[in-house]
Nanobody, 114 residues
Framework: QVQPVESGGGSVKPGGALRLSCAVS????????VRWYRQAPGKQRELVAR???????EYEESVKGRFRIWKDGAKNTVYLQMSSLIPEDSAVYYC????????WGQGTQVTVSS
């Protein structure tokens, strides 16, 4: 399996926004749920949002109303729009398919700080 490629992270101030991108293979895009995770220093990786093959979405409680996940079939890319960012959102963000995850990518760093 080809690992996903995350991009779009950066440093923003509280209240700012970022859009993350997750490029996956066409077979992953069409056949699997895709999830966004994040891992802050000293903490376990946690699930942030997921979108299934029927475009049904779910969010972790703390990001509901602030984050949005969606898929672009023309680009085999899954996006995570993050708004109203808070310092607690700072982490390395990863994406992967579910089940039978692919090798993990490098992730993309998000830093929220004043």
């Amino acid at each position: 399996q080809v690992q996903p490629v995350e991009s779009g992270g950066g440093s923003v101030k509280p209240g700012g926004a970022l859009r993350l991108s997750c490029a996956v293979s066409d077979i992953i895009f069409s056949s699997y749920e895709v999830r966004w995770y994040r891992q802050a220093p000293g903490k376990q990786r946690e699930l942030v949002a997921r979108v299934d093959i029927d475009d049904r979405v779910e969010y972790e409680e703390s990001v509901k109303g602030r984050f949005r996940i969606w898929k672009d079939g023309a680009k085999n890319t899954v996006y995570l729009q993050m708004s109203s960012l808070i310092p607690e959102d700072s982490a390395v963000y990863y994406c992967n398919n579910h089940p039978w995850p692919s090798p993990w990518g490098q992730g993309t760093q998000v830093t929220v700080s004043s």
